[in-house]
């Protein structure tokens, strides 16, 4: 028997299976995903690497063949079906094995758990006392102190290790010593961290709040989604999507197919946004689950996160929450993969192999025969179109689970309007007399200021008009020396002096911050106390929490943010949202900009009025007649998928077609512009009569990074396998020509950002 070994060194030129013997000591003692260590290359220097497979035959000269050392020192080893799931991502998303083998086991072996040592006993009562006696005849006071301690009332014969050593002062040689006499022994027990029972504030005494999974019954709606999905499940519909607006009760259901799961021996993984993984959310799993749930984020130390691997692997954990990389979590034998605010972009790795969990959790799924839930209350067009395609089931769920809260009442403000009549303030006169009121009224207000995408696209400040790539209908961008540029084809233009489109001469990029905005609104309302939650405020470890949790004390009326401000928080008392520049991310120079606009500003609308109190919300824009803005404002998804996917289809982007970004960077920048060039050339020629579009090269958004130039082409065609086919060529070109040893190449499969 030979092994199939990955070897630990991320070059692509390595990037293939080495095959070693399997020494008689080892076999059988080798498992596929075990870390070995193999003597490689010249000088045969030992070297780490994962098994991957076995063979029963060898490709290589069988004299030459080396035989594996042993497994790694302090080795981790990879699930064998997370073995299987890196070789498809890397099929599917490029980069090398080892990349992906390395994503798939995302922690090194930490200094594990913390242990605690205790001391036991082993005579019998009658026997110690013999003993004693004989200690103290001898004048032995150490080994007599120790023996009397564990002979106390009360202890059971066992005492803490730092027990014995700090408060009675026995050393270690004693303790040593009457171990190699048999009188008692030093034990050893592992202490996994547990995140949830060290956070003070979350423990088993927590009183049940009115959100607990107990507290309520479900309502119909609800009752059907249950049923319909767990019977679909159960009949082989293993993706389904569950579209609900924000406070329909996704994250209730989520909580019941999960408890299914769980009392039929399978565990589950609920993937949330880092920024939506809050203390709220978290305990509602803990009130259902208890310590059979943890959490993984990046909060955590390198040691807790180990240890909630080990936890899982062991089977001490049913339910593991985190970001991204949580679906790795190595669980035995895995039955539901959650996905909550399955839109979101930080679903999608910007490291190699840039992977997206959604596609990732479901090739999981099918390895493990798992089931996978995706919840949104602004389904991804992905998501969407493949429900509608009939490839996932669809749950719409279209009233708020709490009987009295409605959807929010929403008004449009135009800001060209404001600005004709003399405001030059950032708040409307309809937003500043709205806030005026329920300040009166003691209710809370959130002010969200959009910055989402904002990549110095240029406007029109009188008539609102964004200057666009004539050829892509994405917004160009501002870059020094007065150039315009489309980052996704390469079209250049020389920036206007007046609007193409009124004339006027008010052509800007629009700026404004959150401390801009809170120095207003202080100014406005002097007496009221106001939180400001952005990248400066919550840089400490719980800054972020603490904001929150003040807010929610109500130890402010108003909150200023960023996009943080508008996920997965329920605040009862908030009866007011004002987007301000809600459009700021409508004109970033991307496809998917309409997208995000859409999704951030229902999220926002849905901030308001949760609890019992009616909730409005304002949306200052300086583009009202967008279809993103008036179909976030109506609350209307369909409308909005129905525009954005006419968009879509006409431009051919996805999820109509597939697009694959091949990131070229060098620092020699006529070498790098050769470079893409043939590679261009090369595409052309593969692609040969299939129907694939090649654009580009063009320059990325950041052209040029740490006098790193890069430079970026698109293959765009309708069926994802030809895409992966071409990239395969394109690896192997790279492989063979001499030119490219100096040039970085990455592959990015329908890119969240042009
Ligand atoms: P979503 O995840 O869709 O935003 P949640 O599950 O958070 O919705 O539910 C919103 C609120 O409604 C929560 O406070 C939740 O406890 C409550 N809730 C959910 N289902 C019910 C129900 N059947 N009856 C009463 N309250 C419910
Ligand atoms: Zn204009
Ligand atoms: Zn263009």
Redesign the pocket.
């Known amino acids: 028997m030979f092994a199939n070994i990955i070897i630990d060194i991320t070059h692509e030129k390595l990037d293939k299976i080495f095959q070693y013997r399997i020494p008689s000591e080892l076999e059988g003692m080798l498992e596929v995903g075990a870390e070995v260590e193999v003597p490689f290359g010249r000088g045969n220097r030992l070297t780490k690497g994962y098994i991957i497979g076995f063979s029963e035959t060898c490709d290589y000269d069988l004299s030459k063949v080396k035989a594996i050392n042993g497994l790694a020192e302090k080795s981790v080893g990879i699930e064998a079906k997370l073995v299987a799931l890196a070789a498809w991502m890397k099929e599917h998303y490029g980069g090398t094995m080892i990349q992906a083998l390395k994503t798939v086991l995302p922690i090194k072996r930490q200094e594990s758990a913390k242990v605690k040592r205790q001391v036991r006993l082993l005579l019998s009562k009658e026997e110690a006392e013999e003993k004693l006696l004989l200690y103290q005849k001898k004048n032995q006071k150490a080994r007599a102190r120790l023996l009397e301690a564990l002979l106390r009332d009360g202890t059971d014969g066992v005492l803490p290790y730092e027990l014995v050593v700090q408060k009675l002062n026995i050393t270690r040689t004693v303790v040593r010593a009457l171990e190699e006499q048999n009188v008692l022994a030093l034990e050893s027990e592992n202490v996994f961290r547990n995140p949830l029972a060290d956070n003070p504030g979350i423990g088993a005494d927590q009183e049940e709040s009115e959100?607990s999974?107990k507290a309520?019954?479900?309502?119909t709606a609800?009752k059907e989604a249950i049923q319909t999905v767990w019977n679909g499940l159960k009949a082989g519909q293993r993706t389904w999507l569950i579209h609900?607006?924000?406070?329909?009760?996704?994250?209730?259901?989520y909580i019941e197919w999960i408890k299914r799961t769980v009392s039929e021996g399978r565990q589950a993984i609920v993937l949330i946004p880092e920024i939506a993984l809050t203390y709220q959310t978290v305990m509602?799993f803990y009130h259902q689950f208890g310590d059979r749930v943890s959490i993984m984020n990046s909060r955590l130390s390198a040691g807790e996160r180990y240890d909630q691997m080990v936890r899982a692997k062991e089977g001490k954990i049913d339910v593991m929450i985190g970001p991204r990389s949580a679906l790795f979590t190595p669980f035995p034998n895995l039955g539901l993969i959650v996905i909550?605010e399955e839109h979101e972009t930080t679903y999608k790795s910007e490291q190699v192999p840039r992977y997206h969990a959604r596609e990732t959790a479901i090739r999981r799924a099918e390895l493990e025969d798992a089931g996978v839930i995706l919840?949104s209350?602004t389904p991804s067009l992905e998501a969407m179109y493949r429900a509608r395609n009939g490839e996932y089931g669809l749950i719409t769920?279209t009233e708020?689970?709490?009987a009295h809260?409605k959807m929010a009442q929403v008004e449009v403000v135009d800001m060209r309007a404001e600005l004709k009549e003399g405001n030059h303030s950032i708040l409307s006169h309809s937003l500043y007399e709205k806030m005026e009121q329920r300040l009166k009224d003691g209710e809370q207000i959130m002010l969200f200021l959009n910055r989402r995408g904002y990549a110095g696209f240029l406007s029109c400040r009188e008539c609102g008009h964004v200057i666009k790539c004539p050829h892509c209908d994405v917004s160009l961008s501002t870059h020094r020396g007065g150039k315009l540029v489309c980052h996704y084809c390469g079209h250049e233009e020389y920036k206007p002096l007046n609007c193409p489109e009124c004339g006027s001469k008010h052509l800007g990029e629009f700026k404004v911050g959150t401390q801009q905005v809170e120095d207003v609104v202080q100014k406005m309302f002097p007496q009221t106390r106001v939180l400001r939650m952005d990248l400066d405020t919550t840089r400490n470890k719980n800054g972020h929490e603490e904001i929150l949790s003040a807010f929610a004390n109500e130890e402010a009326q108003i909150l200023i943010g960023t996009q943080m401000i508008v996920k997965g928080h329920?605040f009862p008392n908030v009866t007011l949202v004002g987007a301000l520049a809600a459009d700021m991310s409508l004109y970033a120079d991307d496809y998917r900009a309409g997208e995000r606009t859409f999704q951030i500003l229902t999220q926002a609308v849905g901030r308001s009025g949760r609890g019992e109190k009616a909730g409005e919300a304002v949306i200052q824009t300086y583009s009202p007649d967008h279809y993103a803005i008036q179909t976030a404002a109506a609350q209307d998804y369909e409308g909005f998928y129905e525009q954005e996917m006419y968009y879509r289809e006409m431009m051919g982007y996805p999820p109509v077609e597939h697009l694959l970004a091949v990131l070229l960077s060098c620092e020699e920048e006529t070498l790098l512009e050769t470079g893409a060039d043939y590679l261009k050339n090369f595409a052309k020629r593969a692609a040969g009569k299939a129907p694939i579009q090649i654009i580009g090269p063009a320059s990325p958004s950041i052209g040029k990074i740490n006098d790193i130039y890069r430079k970026v082409l698109y293959l765009k065609t309708e069926k994802y396998d030809t895409l992966v086919k071409m990239k395969n060529r394109l690896e192997q070109y790279i492989e063979i020509n001499s030119g490219y040893q100096k040039i970085r190449i990455q592959f990015d499969f329908d890119p969240m950002h042009l």
Do not use: C, I, P
């Open positions: 959100s999974e309520f019954s479900y309502t609800q609900g607006v924000t406070g329909s009760g996704k994250t209730a259901l509602r909550d919840g209350a769920l708020r689970a709490k809260a329920d």
